[in-house]
């Protein structure tokens, strides 16, 4: 089965602008989670959607926006683009079983704002 | 809310020699707890997971952790490492019960050395 897909892999930005990123989930599952991992840090929460529902938001400005499509897809999309916007963002996938849930994480989209 | 300490940022370890990564969490309620690798330039991959059950679980390449409540550990140990083995691990907790956020450690590199 394919894993988590993730585009672009890679994409350079200026300040200012702004940036979609997108995230297909393992087939099946219908939470999708983003993640913002900082070079040299540990991923941190953005966002998380069930069933097109956002179910959580972490401490992120309200330049950061996402939204899940009926397929279940996602995507994260970043206003005004700041220098510290620069990061590897993970897109995750879970499936809920009986109240336990596993974020499988795709290969992420690398941002580099200029 | 949760948190994740990873104590050691770099543990350089000689190749078939044991090592173990540690991993202390805080949390007022039950919690699931993970081990992320992430290799270089790459997303990342489930390494292996405590949601309930034996509070020792292993992964299908030689690592297992330990789940101690009453040390609120999740260390991670290998008794011989590879070459291969080379990167980074993240220690991760979410709340139980499905459709919470994971808080990241900061990570630990492990290199391992001819």
């Known amino acids: 089965d394919a894993g988590v897909t993730q585009s672009p892999t890679h994409l350079i930005k200026t300040r200012g602008q702004h940036v979609t990123l997108r995230c297909s989930p393992i087939s099946g599952h219908k939470s999708v989670s983003w993640y913002q991992q900082v070079l040299g840090q540990g991923p941190q929460f953005i966002f998380q959607?069930?069933?097109?529902?956002?179910?959580g938001r972490g401490n992120f400005p309200d330049r950061f926006s996402a939204r899940q499509f009926p397929n279940y897809s996602s995507e994260l999309n970043v206003n005004a683009l700041l220098l510290g916007d620069s990061a590897l963002y993970l897109c995750?996938?879970?499936?809920?079983?009986?109240?336990?849930?596993?974020?499988?994480f795709g290969p992420g989209t690398r941002l580099l704002v200029l | 809310a949760q948190s994740v300490t990873q104590l050691d940022s770099q543990v350089p370890v000689f190749e078939e020699a044991p090592v173990e990564l540690r991993c202390n969490y805080s949390s007022s309620v039950s919690v699931y707890l993970f081990w992320y690798v992430q290799y270089p330039n790459q997303g990342l991959q489930l390494l292996l997971k405590?949601?309930?059950?034996?509070?020792l679980v292993e992964s299908i390449n030689g690592f297992e952790a330990e789940f101690n409540k009453s040390q609120t550990s999740f260390h991670l140990r290998k008794p011989s490492v590879h070459i291969s083995d080379t990167a980074e691990y993240f220690c991760?907790?979410?709340?139980?019960?499905?459709?919470?956020?994971?808080?990241f450690g900061t990570g630990t590199q492990l290199k391992v050395e001819l």
């Open positions: 405590y949601l309930s059950g034996s509070t």
């Open positions: 959607y069930y069933e097109k529902e956002e179910r």
């Open positions: 991760a907790v979410s709340a139980a019960g499905g459709g919470n956020k994971l808080t």
């Open positions: 995750a996938s879970s499936l809920w079983d009986q109240g336990k849930e596993t974020q499988y």
